[in-house]
């Protein structure tokens, strides 16, 4: 690919040997400075296809030349520490800010002059508006993860963020999925694209994942968690539920049966999410998230997706179970459904183009065993679909397309609304 002696040696000392597909057609592509939109699914390497080039082709003491805008605080740190690894010259340096953070501190790390800035987007706009943020000279702009981002509202504060960057630029957009809007996105702002789809559309779910799902009374979900867990004995899984309250109690069930496990979901403070994300990578069994994990985090080792509550929308089962099976390792998803849900098993095997088996399991001996999700408090679950209500605060909720980035609603106009979704 003709890069930099020194830069194959940082990427040697982080043990990138050999490029993966998606670094090896987006690279040579990438550095030739045109417009790219890359269709391929997590856990493929896209970090590296973007941030090789930027590094390869920046310029010394050029400034603030390249943003990264990612749809999680999560993602965000996973990409900053890639940029300090392979940190060669003070040209290199990057900066990351997210919501939920101190904006004091992100703004004093942008007066360093940061080549690289890598955020989410309600930050980067109320940087942007606070005069901290000039994107008046990049050179590149990346957009991961653009389904998620879509998916979560974000696509106004896109559309915001990219008017505030140079027309001359070079945009790579990397995205699991293709939706139509994202296509219009790139349209608009993109010039003379080159499209490229790495790997099958089948592959989209990876197609090692073993699909298994039992059909299930509300009442007796956690039963059927518990019977899986002992059939199946997971190395390490992830399990997928609806809202921050459900976590929570699955996590304190669990603990009482004497399983333990790691919690993730936007109602912990962003150190607690660092240290859950650090002690699940360490060798913990389980970890209990909200949807706030299942894109763009890079974990080894992951055996079992469960989904303890099924989407109701086809697309974030495929981000979900693309947790397990990374780089072509084996893997199995479990879904329980409600009684009442037996139609999202059609909608998911007709997207993905999977057959899922049904499971019928052995729960008689968890019968008595209840997470208890709050009866009478406006929590709970009636066929393992979440009950809603309004108020609260706290970050990673989102409600009709408004989205909240760091503990408030941001929409592409700035304020207002105090009603969401608990997620």
Same mark, same amino acid.
């Given at each position: ?19 993966? *597909? ?28 973007? $941030? ?33 690894k392979l940190r060669l010259y003070q040209r290199e340096n990057a900066a990351v ?29 109320? $940087? ?10 990049? =050179? ?27 027309? =001359? ?43 298994? #799902? ?30 921050? #309250? ?51 985090? *890079? ?14 929308d086809p697309h974030v089962y495929v981000h979900r179970v693309g947790r397990s ?59 393992? =679909? ?18 909240? *980035? ?18």
């Amino acid at each position: 690919m003709n890069l930099k002696p020194e830069l194959v040696e940082a990427l040697k000392r982080i043990n990138f040997i050999k490029a993966t *597909d998606v670094q090896e057609q987006v690279i040579p592509i990438a550095l030739t400075g045109k417009d790219v939109i890359v269709r391929a699914k997590t856990g493929t390497g896209k970090t590296g296809a973007f $941030l090789i080039p930027i590094i390869q082709s920046g310029a010394a003491n050029e400034g603030t030349h390249a943003l990264v805008v990612v749809p999680t605080r999560e993602l965000a740190m996973q990409i900053y520490d890639f940029t300090r690894k392979l940190r060669l010259y003070q040209r290199e340096n990057a900066a990351v800010v997210y919501g939920g953070a101190s904006i004091n501190i992100q703004i004093q790390s942008l007066r360093h002059n940061p080549g690289i800035v890598i955020g989410t987007p309600g930050r980067i706009i109320d $940087l942007i508006e606070r005069g901290a943020l000039d994107l008046s000279r990049i =050179r590149f702009l990346v957009l991961d993860e653009a389904d998620t981002m879509l998916d979560m509202g974000f696509i106004d504060d896109i559309e915001f963020i990219m008017s505030k960057t140079p027309e =001359r630029k070079q945009t790579l957009l990397f995205s699991a999925t293709m939706p139509e809007r994202i296509i219009n996105v790139a349209r608009r702002h993109m010039h003379e694209f080159s499209y490229m789809k790495i790997g099958n559309e089948e592959e989209l779910v990876v197609n090692k994942i073993k699909h298994y #799902y039992c059909i299930s009374e509300g009442r007796f979900k956690f039963a059927n968690l518990l019977a899986y867990i002992k059939q199946f004995s997971p190395k390490k899984a992830i399990i997928f539920v609806q809202t921050q #309250y459900a976590a929570d109690a699955i996590y304190n069930a669990l603990r009482k049966q004497g399983i333990e496990s790691i919690l993730l979901h936007g109602g912990l403070t962003q150190a607690k999410r660092e240290h859950s994300m650090r002690t699940f990578k360490r060798g913990a069994q389980f970890l209990i998230a909200t949807n706030i994990a299942a894109r763009g985090i *890079d974990i080894e080792g992951i055996s079992d997706v469960i989904n303890f509550d099924i989407p109701e929308d086809p697309h974030v089962y495929v981000h979900r179970v693309g947790r397990s099976a990374r780089m072509n390792a084996d893997g199995k998803a479990f879904s329980i459904v409600g009684v009442n849900q037996k139609n999202l098993i059609r909608d998911i095997e007709y997207m993905t183009n999977v057959q899922m088996e049904r499971l019928t399991l052995d729960f008689e001996q968890f019968r008595d065993a209840r997470a208890f999700m709050g009866e009478g408090r406006g929590h709970g679950f009636d066929e393992g =679909r979440p009950r809603f209500r309004g108020g609260g605060g706290g970050g990673g909720r989102f409600y009709r397309g408004g989205h909240q *980035d760091n503990g408030r609603f941001r929409s592409h106009h700035g304020r207002g609304g105090n009603m969401h979704y608990r997620r």
